[in-house]
């Protein structure tokens, strides 16, 4: 049994994780940080885990940490890229779910997300943790960017056309729709249910963080410099991610490309990519609770755009189940351990 | 007071109708019918209109609708095209809240509607009920094509920028996303809350009838035609409609537009379009009960779109309060009679 | 016209307030207080407001509230009765929505509300804003104190049976639910959608304040102490609230009651009580955005209770709406003005 | 490998049979059945279920069921009873999801279900499967009655004051909230999302089959009559049953009885009863997506009832885990056995 820590687990990615680890076969939760809440029990805050998570809250500067295998940081941007070069000297493999080690570039980082990084040296080494792009390099890391819900939505629903030099790279539109446990669990007006309840907004629209995670993946999948536009709302459901992509195809390229055939072969060996059957709609309900994305790409008879659907659950693959799979990953276990259940229907 | 009779009242804009028309000062509903529930009272199925509606489900066969000034039409695609003729010769003017008379190219129409049309030489004549487009000739109009509900949202959002001319017209993009009344109040495993609910998804994607009434509207505004993408989206909410437009300006003309001054100075005298400050994010509950459409044009940071943000009350703005629009425009009255009221929100 | 104060009018009551005095035809809202947004439009927090309320926040301790001819407290408790007593002095009417004035007992108040009274003899001048019970002594008040929303309904649907003492005042039991923005617009955990949304739980089971708010009316009414249990729960859904009534007739009583008679004999001439035909079960959708409480009384067929139902929608008739409904006969306007509309449905 | 087969399986009790037993160690799902999609693919309908069911819908008439071991009938009431004789006869096991075998005296069904029994011999053998009452009699039974949804919440809830004698038995109240998804997935008016959505109403006050159930099994556990009001309601939330529940303390026994710790005490072996710390409310999440029901009792420190909370997964705990509870029980297998995973939240 490998032993875990999660640092910052009063939030729904923390919560997740303990959810899905709950029933792994190979690990042991060893430690659970909440800086506000040590001593208090977690199934008192959060009760659908009594009886499968018998720990308090410690404190997250503990050095009982390094004792672990692997450390989860659940954090708000900025904490773990303090904490990480300590544990990973001690030996101890780290995942974090937040974004301090996703851009390589860190003038970007630090324009976008307003910090100065405290651990530049091992942006380089961290490995973006998106398993169907960089499954091998995971599996030899000690440090993994988790992506964003977001990006790993855009992503997985772009990377066959990218690939596949299909597609014009200056030109895509990801308009994207997210369930409102995104914005984490902190008491906020504009997430409370009388005001994002029955409504529907976009945000961020000048600006958002994950176009920059999104650009940099695929122009790296592109081998040249793609640039999109990323639109984000706010859906009123507690989970899920919905993206709806427009691209353009190459000219000349048309005829040619059988876009169902294209994305079934991408993803043929892929565990936790399931193209739709061709013409479908994928439902964020299909992926609730699951670690799937499900794709269906479109052409339209009207329009001049290849349109591609893709869904997950934001707390799972976009969040806690693809940080697990990375962990499946670093510590050798079988990549889809505690994560092969039905999703949650109706 | 003006006689007014409401055809197929028992689907969501015939109640809306009911819900706006009971506090006109100048109407009297003299006449509700639905084929189905004849003799049982309106606030009986609708105990919301309980004080207010005093009449009874007629039969929508019966002669005395040619007794009305007015008759709305909110029933299914393809009956108001088989009863207008005759009020029309009664003298009894016709507003269609359905898509009988929306499209002028019949064989399109057929092809999106799967029917014959029952009286192609009305199509002509019909004039399309949107008031900021066509405010004249509504006012002299004997049939009025109430526009869609995505319709709307869309048009209003994309008119300042397609007569100004400074966007590309071939390559429109338009993501949209309804609540679900805009379904209808038929009985459907589909919209249940339980299929439906805490779920989101794209429906329609290879093709909607929205999109060639669209796309003939923007091209009648343009001079040239307008071919765009139309994705549609089902919320899980009753009320709103939310679209997300993307659009490129023609080469040359970037530096000199000035988005929110065009958007703000065409619509400067229209009572029920509303150019939110520079910077906003419109929210569907902004508008929910209300007629007013509000818009917010953006130009994003990243990527090379235009971004243009507007939300309507499907049933209100895009169905029941756009015919009363229309309808106060046909009898005379003041445009805004019985339509100035707050949204709702919380 | 008459002048109208709001003060702490960034919670839900205060926008409610504001939406339905927006289409008063006697009153002028010359002035809207929030001591954390002064300066702020007030249609830049509320945009359901724009082109309706043209106003900033002011602070709440200005002296041009004794210009107004009525000042709202739409604040927290605790904050009206500070000020009320300059009000008064200064011959401006005060309606209190929160509860500094609804229990006549200091010691029970002070219990309840974990507070030090700050007028107490302004509380037995103070007349309970129920029109259905007080409408003569609300009519000549200098003060009311608005009554809390769950008392509200929960009065109004026992009153007949109190008041014919037709039922056991020893052993009421009052099951309620509440709508989320009965808890206000504060940020918290515990009222994001992603913690209440998809969810149904009961609260303060042991002791809530409106208890003894609804046992004091009812006392007052039966001129006997009636005792009751009083369980609240809240609903993930943002309007409404649906109390369910379990009485006991005395005995000896039973054969000769009709409920249905009753009810509809004992609000005949109330313009906001609707008594539905008999065997109906009220939606609280049925009175969203308006001012009526829709009830029905019920004699089950097994069970030994009589069961009685009562809606409301709690920003209206459980606050803002009963807030105008008392401002009304307070300065001598039709009891109904601005407040006929029918209900949002759906 | 068991052979397992349900008859019935488009409904949510079906689907959520399929999505439980899929990760079951020991059986195999070799028959899913469905009159009107013969040959359609089952993860067509519940795609969810993409790569754990690789099995098209059967026809429900074919010879083939009498190879399971065990077959579940997630029907509509009506149907099982058709069945059940020849399936038993050739040695398959039969647990009826619906509400056939439920209660002993046939003339009672048949009043409240409105048919006449088809093997009303059957009914006296079939045993009524609510392990925590009937464990060692379900371990040998060929017929299991699941119970339903209701009662489980209900029963659960006051078994322990049941069988101490503790309560008054002729004046119980159960007030209970269910979510949608217990009205099935059938086309109907009423629960679209446009209806049921921000809404609340109570239904079938008058007399509802649920309340002949609970009175049996709590007439049956007290050795007396016991009569009870019981009043449904319906939530606008997918899956969750919350029952609140309103009993007198038999005179003389006030100050001797310690709820929490004859709760505690009464299920301190159930693995699916899990009694919160005292002073608790259960919130229907914490239960949703698992077999769980969690209680609190409390005694208000005004009225004079004791009240008792409780939530299910109606779904689950209320209808599909139970039935796995059962089968674990009827083939021998560890009872908890497919059920152990952490509540999904949020």
Redesign the interface.
């Known amino acids: 049994m490998k032993k875990i820590g999660i640092v910052g687990a009063t939030g729904?990615t923390g919560?997740e994780l303990?959810?899905i680890l709950?029933?792994h076969p190979h690990v042991d939760i060893s430690f659970v940080t909440s800086r506000s809440n040590v001593g208090m029990r977690v199934d008192?805050m959060?009760?659908?885990?009594?009886?499968?998570i018998d720990l308090c809250f410690s404190d997250p500067n503990s050095d009982e940490l390094t004792d672990c295998d692997l450390v989860f940081f659940a954090t708000p941007n900025g904490i773990a890229m303090k904490q990480t070069s300590a544990l990973l000297e001690a030996g101890t493999k780290v995942i974090d779910l937040a974004a301090d080690f996703r851009i390589k570039d860190i003038d970007i980082w630090s324009k976008w997300y307003g910090m100065t990084h405290a651990c530049p040296e091992l942006v380089e080494e961290a490995v973006y943790g998106l398993a169907e792009l960089n499954r091998e390099r995971i599996k030899n890391a000690r440090l993994v960017a988790n992506p964003g819900c977001y990006p790993t939505a855009v992503t997985l629903a772009l990377l066959p056309l990218i690939q596949s030099k299909a597609i014009q790279l200056?030109?895509?539109?990801a308009?994207t729709?997210s369930g409102?446990?995104g914005?984490g669990?902190?008491?906020?007006?504009g997430?409370?249910?009388?005001?994002?309840?029955?409504?529907?907004?976009?945000?961020a629209?000048?600006?958002h963080r994950h176009?920059?995670e999104i650009?940099q993946t695929l122009s790296l999948a592109a081998g040249e410099t793609v640039?999109?536009?990323?639109?984000p709302?706010l859906?009123?459901?507690?989970?899920?991610i919905?993206a709806?992509l427009?691209v353009?195809e190459r000219t000349g390229n048309e005829a040619d490309l059988n876009l169902q055939t294209l994305y079934e072969d991408f993803y043929v060996n892929e565990p936790f990519v399931?193209i739709?059957?061709k013409?479908?709609?994928?439902?964020?309900?299909?992926?609730?609770?699951?670690n799937?994305c499900?794709i269906s790409p479109?052409?339209?008879?009207?329009?001049?755009?290849i349109?591609v659907?893709s869904?997950i659950d934001n707390l799972v693959k976009g969040a806690a189940g693809q940080a697990v799979q990375n962990m499946n990953l670093m510590l050798g276990f079988d990549e889809t351990t505690a994560l092969?259940?039905?999703?949650?229907?109706?």
């Open positions: 729904y919560v303990l959810r709950a029933t008192a959060f009760p659908n885990l009594r009886g499968f200056d030109d895509i539109i308009d729709k409102i446990s914005a669990r902190q008491a906020n007006v997430t409370l249910l009388s005001e994002a309840g029955e409504s529907f907004k976009a945000y629209v000048d600006g176009q920059p650009a640039d999109l536009n990323f639109t709302h859906l009123p459901i507690i989970r899920g919905h709806t427009y353009k399931d739709l059957p013409g479908s709609h994928p439902e964020t309900r299909s992926v609730k609770s699951s799937m499900r479109h052409r339209p008879t009207t329009g001049s755009r349109v659907l869904v092969m259940q039905p999703a949650l229907l109706p």
